[in-house]
């Protein structure tokens, strides 16, 4: 009766030994986790709560604690990149550290000790002279006022910009008379950040109050960097309204001295003033006894810029039409930051009917830009009853077949 009893006891212990340092080695595991530092270059703080962007990741992650803050800052090397972490209460939630703007004058008093807030109605007059100077009938047009506020961390080597609200914008929906609108933000001139806020429903007068924090920006480059803000309004049927835009040079603002507010009226968007859009080499081929129409997008050269956010990150789309409807549609690869791309790419289409009679084909180049929809640069069309180049491309693949045909074309507006 003894041995079993030893048995069973010897058993238990040894269970509940081997639980044990199964729950250790977990915590360990864990703990040694979430010292590791994402290797994000910017934090969104939304409302109080530090979240890495979306699109990233698909997965709103929060950080950890302040114990494992300081573990990772000890074991970071100096120019690695890492998230500023909030401090959370008894609950687990986030203590709301901004606080809402309600008029210039308040916006003053309020500023905490250690950054001395202020407000600067103008900088460099010479640089913003040509930009922020309305017309006449600008004026008429009222498109409302945006505010926000610059701040660099000296400590963190970070650049944040928050985007407090707007005020006064026009109504892009005729019906509502009401516009649903959001703000997107890219730092000029490389084009390296772009971030966008939120879409706020049917308001005239959003209030946003969205952070930014760009790390690893040297305070010595600020001044040779300019902010665009592109005010648009959502439309979930079609392409977004665009609103307005402010164009921020950074040159002759001083952060030094802690958080900088600004306010500045939104502006009509700035219209290309390039006498064209560009040229496109397309070559084409006939095959009359398979029925196939073969099509080479060669090189693109002179493209204008994508309005104030400097070289284009070009491609080409190419839409095959059959009386009217389009039966197929390829693309090239992006060319990244060039106004004279070399793209070298074949596409074949199947023609369905006998001859080039009720076929035309277009091209689109378009603007690459992620987080929001490409925007045209220029379009060409080649068909019988295409004008200038286009036709006579056109007729001369239809008089001569299994020939490939390359022409330069200018392009047209979008």
């Given amino acids: 009766d003894e041995v079993p009893t030893v048995v069973g006891i010897f058993s238990a ?15 360990q595991r864990k703990s040694s986790k979430s010292n590791k530092t ?23 992650k929060f950080g950890a604690d302040d114990k494992n803050e300081a573990k990772s ?3 970071m090397p100096k120019n690695s990149l890492h998230l500023d972490l909030e401090k959370r209460d008894l609950n687990g939630n986030f203590p709301k550290t901004a606080t809402k703007m309600q008029s210039s004058p308040d916006l003053e008093k309020s500023s905490p000790k ?58 892009m929906d005729e019906q509502s008379m009401t516009s649903d609108p959001y703000i997107k933000m890219t730092i000029l001139p490389e084009k390296k950040h772009k971030v966008k806020t939120r879409v706020l429903r049917k308001t005239l007068d ?28 959502f439309d979930r049927f079609s392409r977004d309204d665009v609103i307005g835009e402010v164009l921020i040079p950074l040159a002759g603002i001083e952060l030094s001295e ?9 502006i009509k968007r700035n219209v290309r003033k390039s006498s064209g ?12 006894t398979t029925n196939t129409l073969t099509v080479v997008v060669l090189k693109a050269r002179h493209l204008p810029k994508s309005d104030v956010s400097g070289l284009s990150d070009p491609y080409v789309k ?71 180049t286009g036709g006579e491309h056109w007729k001369e693949i239809c008089e001569y077949p299994r020939r490939q045909i390359a022409k330069w074309h200018m392009l047209c507006d979008g």
Wanted: aromatic share 12%; proline share 4%; glycine share 6%.
């Fill in 206 to 233: 959003p209030a946003f109050d969205e952070t930014f924090t760009f790390y690893g920006i040297p305070y010595s480059q600020i001044q040779d960097l300019t902010l665009h803000f592109m005010v648009l309004s």
């Fill in 38 to 60: 994402p290797p994000y270059k910017f934090v969104h703080v939304l409302k109080g709560v530090d979240i890495y962007p979306e699109n990233l990741n698909s997965k709103k």
């Fill in 318 to 388: 190419v839409n095959l039409y059959h009386a009217k409807k389009r039966i197929s549609k390829k693309k090239t690869h992006v060319k990244k930051c060039t106004p004279n791309a070399v793209f070298n790419e074949l596409f074949v289409f199947d023609i369905p009917c006998e001859g080039l009679d009720d076929i035309s084909i277009e091209f689109l180049v378009l603007d690459s830009d992620r987080g929001s929809r490409n925007e045209v640069i220029g379009q060409l069309t080649l068909g019988a009853s295409a004008e200038g």
């Fill in 258 to 266: 802690g958080r900088l507010l600004m306010d500045r009226e939104i």
């Fill in 73 to 75: 800052k000890s074991a």
């Fill in 13 to 27: 212990f040894g269970l509940v030994f081997s639980v044990s340092l199964f729950a250790w080695i977990c915590c």
């Fill in 114 to 171: 250690h950054f001395a807030e202020r407000k600067k109605d103008s900088v460099s007059p010479d640089s913003l002279k040509s930009i922020t100077s309305l017309s006449s009938e600008d004026k008429q047009d009222k498109l409302g006022t945006l505010f926000f506020s610059l701040e660099y961390n000296f400590e963190k080597k970070a650049f944040v910009v928050n985007i407090k609200e707007a005020r006064g914008l026009p109504a």
């Fill in 277 to 288: 859009r560009g040229e496109l080499l397309v070559s084409l081929c006939y095959q009359s």
